[in-house]
């Protein structure tokens, strides 16, 4: 199976910004207003990370790079924390897009990482914006309505009375349903960091599932221990099965005469295909259990339920109306 590298910028330059662009507006990446919700929000990066997904534009570059861009705006939106700092900033013109005002930040250059990864410096969250440090979100605040800002280099003595653990770092992948079911793996590479990181994906994971790296973060302040790395899994649908827990779901078709008399089908598993009987009157939307044949995640296996789909023939001959017409006599 292909190892593909996910490039994790957490510590991301903007200066690629020309012409006086401002940075990216996420909403308008993910074609969405910002009083979307997090349901909508969820399912518009689905429907974008299939459609530019690597492995289904193989050689693209173009759809890479616009594949990074909608995993990075779904990042910041789908966490409550990060989206309602961005939605603040945005508010006063940080960043370009409808809502974006005209705060006097307009084409400063900033960090997104360094914002929403939360580096901590002496205790508390830093951040970079227009190549100033700021020591909070406060203080970007308190700089918009003209506070000076204060520099981590000015932490109090109590700050550095003890150790600070650093601050842990996020960031997501998106992997295919079969990968989600067998397991997989990932090199993960973090700007600025010289080594890879090998992550692997567990067997049954589910779509917003977290994996740890522990001291992966970002470094402690005084000598303290650094954070971790938070892996969120994004599972991409699957055109075949929809799991719900440990079970799946499938479906199959068959003609109105086959619902009548009973046949048989081929359904396919996540492991083979096989034969089942659909018995003789059978309703349209009925589920069939095949039991054991679900999601295995440590000592609990799921069953597989068959949706049956019953096809109502849009044009019948002379003669099947017929009989049809003397159906209850």
Known sequence: MRNPVVFCDHV???????????????????????????AEIKKAFRTLAKKYHPDRNKGDASAEARFKEISEAYET????????????????GAFAGPGGGAGGFQGAHFDF????????????????????????????????????ARPFGNAGPAQREGMQRGADAHTSVTISFPESVYGTERTIRLRGRPKKLSVKIPAGIED?????????GHMG??????????????????QHFERKGNDIYTKVEIDFNEAILGCKKE????????????????????????????????????DQYVEVHVRIPKNITA???ELLEHWGE
Do not use: C
Request: overall charge positive; glycine content about 18%; aromatic content about 8%.
């Open 12 to 38: 991301r330059d903007h200066d690629e910004k020309q012409n006086g662009q401002m940075a990216k507006d996420f909403y308008d990446i993910l074609g969405l207003k910002e009083t979307a919700s997090a």
């Open 77 to 92: 939106l789908s966490d409550e924390k990060k989206r309602r700092e961005y939605d603040t900033l945005r508010k006063y």
């Open 113 to 148: 990482n360094d914002l929403f990864g939360g580096a901590q410096r002496g205790g508390r969250t830093g951040f970079r914006f227009g190549g100033q440090d700021f020591g909070g979100f406060e203080d970007i605040l308190s700089s918009m309505f003209g506070g000076g």
């Open 208 to 216: 917003g599932g977290k994996i740890r790296l522990r001291g992966q």
């Open 221 to 238: 302040e005084y000598g303290g221990n650094s954070g971790d790395l938070i892996i969120t899994v994004n599972v991409m649908p699957d």
């Open 267 to 302: 359904v396919k598993t996540l492991t083979r295909t096989i034969s089942v009987t659909i018995p003789p009157g059978t309703q349209p939307g009925a589920k069939l259990r095949l039991k054991g044949l679900g999601l295995a995640v440590g000592d609990q296996t799921g």
């Open 319 to 321: 003669k099947q109306r």
